[in-house]
């Protein structure tokens, strides 16, 4: 069982952490030539698409945005659900050349990033892959980090971070949990 503890962002707040990230990806890319958004299934896909949304506010030039699902490039497939949700990819545009902006909720251990990063190379060899994270709550297990960080969250192991957005939820929001004593870590990265 989760016990709620705190709003760490609320809908303004988020919205402005997506346009500094849109701000800083405009900035580091020279522009938005050559970008694509590739949202990590779920709550990155709608995340991929207001940053891609900031950006095409910026440059005037929108950016294609892509649904990436890495459910079987995980290494903890068996630890998962016995049958797990198992979406479709969706790439309308080849990456071969271009600057791939991976886009997730929640940067936790790293192995949901390298999970993509693995499902992105069996797609093609982009010229550059950047990673863009809402939150980032540290408890890192691989050597992955966050180019573009909305908030970066110390967190406790017991803790879990949960990102609402529509259409997962009816408001949009950062919110944190505590787990019960039978719980042990969370986001499931």
Excluded: C, W
């Excluded at 950016?63 to 049958?83: C, K, S, W």
């Excluded at 990819?89 to 949901?112: A, K, N, Q």
């Excluded at 408001?171 to 990265?189: D, P, W």
Aim: aromatic share 4%; proline share 5%; charged share 30%.
């Amino acid at each position: 069982m989760e016990r709620f503890k705190a709003t760490l962002l609320d809908e303004t707040a988020v919205l402005r952490a997506l346009k500094r990230i849109a701000h800083e990806i405009v900035e580091h890319n020279n522009g938005a030539d050559k970008l694509v958004m590739v949202g990590i299934r779920r709550r990155g896909i709608p995340l991929a698409r207001q940053i891609a949304q900031h950006i095409e506010a910026i440059e005037g030039k929108a950016v294609p945005v892509g649904e990436l699902d890495i459910t079987f490039y995980r290494d903890d497939l068996e630890m998962a659900a016995p049958n797990p949700l198992v979406g479709e990819s969706s790439l309308p545009f080849s990456v071969e050349g271009r600057h791939v902006i991976l886009v997730d909720d929640v940067l936790y251990t790293g192995r949901t990033a390298s999970a993509a990063l693995d499902a992105l190379k069996d797609i093609g060899r982009a010229a550059t892959v950047q990673l863009a994270v809402l939150v980032d709550r540290g408890h890192r297990e691989l050597p992955i980090r966050g180019d573009y960080v909305g908030k970066n969250v110390p967190t406790a192991r017991s803790e879990v971070i949960r990102v609402k957005v529509p259409p997962f939820e009816d408001y949009t929001a950062v919110e944190l949990f505590e787990l019960g004593s039978h719980n042990k870590g969370g986001n499931h990265e």
